[in-house]
């Protein structure tokens, strides 16, 4: 199954057992703000964006968690043109305090994490061409609009991604790439309800990506209980629909992580080394 998700920006390193994909021919420019933070999208990139959203919400309803379609429905997202980030900041900031930033299209790891650690939500401001619709490397618009903000609103969820960006501040590089995989099989793919006909989607990788919302509640993968260690030991691929989700028991088990000493168990898991990869 061709996966269809975009990676988010702390994603962008590859994991250390990840292969190379084929570079995009054509790099992706992110749009420039005017003085007033305003962005004129052209009538392609909005019909994407239409064409995009459209797809998604056939797929969501009885697979995404609560908490993320109550946090959609807050957004209230325009269907027929690429949002301004000041109308999803205004929602943001009523709810738990973030607010987008406007970025180009890769960043470092050391600037999303001081953005996150500052409440500032990285948001690439470019839209896929028609040629990737199903694929693409680079986290455009849509992925981190409809993938991770709904969420935001989430206290929990927030307070994860600000400790995330704090710890990232701090950790080596080498900690870092474990701290990935933290992000990765949470923020990104992560699961939440341990009953399978109970289960939810959280993952803004998986709710960018109308294939892999289908298939991560499918049975067909495996399912792990959610253990940090366990977590910061596998590996992943950013190029391939995912073999393994770990599953949190609620939203605010991301509380419990983020007040966890994260730093100890990272230390733990470069001592004990990576799990054979299963892709």
């Not at 693409?136 to 409809?146: A, K, L, N, S, T």
């Not at 993938?147 to 590089?173: D, I, M, R, V, W």
């Not at 998986?206 to 499918?218: D, G, H, R, W």
């Not at 495996?222 to 073999?243: K, N």
Request: aromatic share 12%.
């Amino acid at each position: 199954m061709e996966r269809t998700a975009s990676p988010t920006q702390s994603s962008l390193i590859q994991d250390q057992n990840s292969s190379p994909s084929a570079p995009t021919k054509e790099p992706y420019v992110s749009h420039t703000p005017d003085s007033n933070g305003f962005i004129q999208y052209s009538q392609p990139e909005n019909e994407m964006w239409h064409a995009l959203l459209s797809r998604q919400e056939k797929q969501i309803p009885n697979r995404a968690c609560p908490e993320y379609l109550e946090g959609l429905e807050k957004l209230n997202l325009p269907q027929n043109n690429i949002p301004q980030l000041s109308d999803i900041d205004a929602v943001l900031q009523s709810t738990t305090g973030w607010q987008t930033a406007a970025v180009p299209a890769l960043i470092s790891f050391g600037k999303f994490f001081k953005l996150l650690a500052n409440k500032q939500f990285p948001v690439a401001t470019f839209i896929r061409r028609p040629e990737d619709m199903d694929y693409i490397q680079e986290p455009d618009i849509f992925h981190e609009i409809v993938g991770h903000c709904p969420l935001l609103t989430h206290p929990a969820f927030a307070a994860f991604n600000e400790t995330y960006g704090k710890l990232g501040l701090e950790a080596s590089k080498e900690e870092r790439v474990f701290l990935a995989r933290m992000y990765w099989f949470t923020i990104e793919f992560g699961l939440v309800g341990r009953k399978l006909d109970e289960r939810r989607i959280y993952g803004g990788g998986i709710l960018s990506s109308p294939s892999e919302t289908v298939y991560a509640l499918s049975g067909e993968p495996e399912y792990r209980e959610f253990d940090l260690i366990d977590v910061l030991r596998t590996p992943y691929r950013i190029d391939h629909i995912q073999p393994i989700y770990y599953v949190i028991d609620d939203l605010d088990t991301l509380f419990d992580i983020a007040n966890s000493d994260v730093m100890s168990e990272v230390k733990k898991a470069m001592s004990l080394g990576l799990f054979d990869p299963t892709y």
